[in-house]
């Protein structure tokens, strides 16, 4: 009984050792790509025409279903809002609220992880596929860097397209929020006034920073992951589903720090 006992004890050991080394390789990985890619934009050493495609790829392709996603995401806050603070007589609160909300927190992080499980799965998955079928290997072979040529592009296009997408979807929040509050009882005056009281600048271009944090964050898990892909078609698909998983965990927890960081 003992050695079976000690037995499960090492096989336990072994996997979590191998979970470990694996899960350290792909830091070791992605802060090496990271390294490059530095690299390659302080020497400017990218493709503009590629980086164009990628973000009209990541930023135009998107525009529907971050619409969609920051329209219904105001709609909801409003709803449970209103609801609440009506039954307590602070409807001068609810606008304020509701838009502070979306433009710290619900705009940001539901943007990015619309764009996550959109795009980020798509890099990780096109990368992949090179990965696995030589192309990658063969650039290197006719003195192309992959980072500078693969890479770069898509990480530019993320850091600098998702401030975008985020601004789209906070103002369509603004306004399926402010509909759904006057239909359900708050006087439109008293909302406008809680927005102009509560809504600050400050809080939309600090909304805005994390986007692109999180843009950049995105950029770079996906494309480690696609550039790591091996197996064939398996592996790609694998490599695929740990980009979104891996992206979503980066972007709650870097959006916990910066909120420390920031509010």
Not at 22 to 36: H, Q
Not at 99 to 113: C, D, K, L, Y
Not at 194 to 217: C, E, P, W
Not at 219 to 243: D, F, Y
Request: hydrophobic residues 55%; charged residues 15%.
């Amino acid at each position: 009984m003992g050695v079976r006992q000690a037995a499960r004890r090492i096989g336990l050991l072994e996997v979590v050792g191998r979970v470990t080394l694996r899960r350290l390789e792909e830091i070791g990985s992605a802060a090496a790509l990271v390294l490059r890619l530095l690299g390659a934009l302080v020497r400017l050493r990218w493709e503009v025409r590629e980086t164009i495609r990628q973000m009209d790829r990541a930023g135009v392709g998107s525009v529907p279903i971050v619409l969609l996603t920051g329209a219904f995401s105001g709609m909801v806050l409003a709803f449970q809002t209103s609801r609440q603070l009506l039954a307590l007589g602070g409807e001068a609160f609810v606008g304020g609220l509701v838009t502070v909300s979306i433009a710290r927190e619900a705009g940001p992080v539901f943007t990015a992880v619309t764009v996550a499980g959109r795009v980020g799965a798509g890099f990780a998955a096109e990368l992949g596929t090179m990965a696995v079928t030589e192309q990658v290997d063969a650039l290197t072979v006719m003195a192309t860097d992959p980072v500078a040529y693969l890479v770069v592009p898509r990480v530019l296009a993320l850091g600098l397209m998702l401030p975008v997408l985020v601004l789209l979807a906070n103002l369509v929040g603004y306004l399926g929020g402010y509909a759904v509050a006057v239909l359900i009882g708050v006087p439109s005056g008293v909302y406008l006034n809680s927005v102009r009281q509560f809504l600050d600048l400050d809080d939309v271009t600090k909304g805005l920073l994390k986007a692109i944090a999180f843009g950049l964050a995105i950029g770079i898990v996906a494309c480690t992951k696609g550039l790591r892909a091996s197996g064939g078609a398996e592996g790609v698909g694998h490599a695929t589903t740990s980009s979104v998983v891996t992206a979503i965990v980066f972007i709650l927890v870097l959006n916990y720090f910066l909120d420390l960081l920031l509010f």
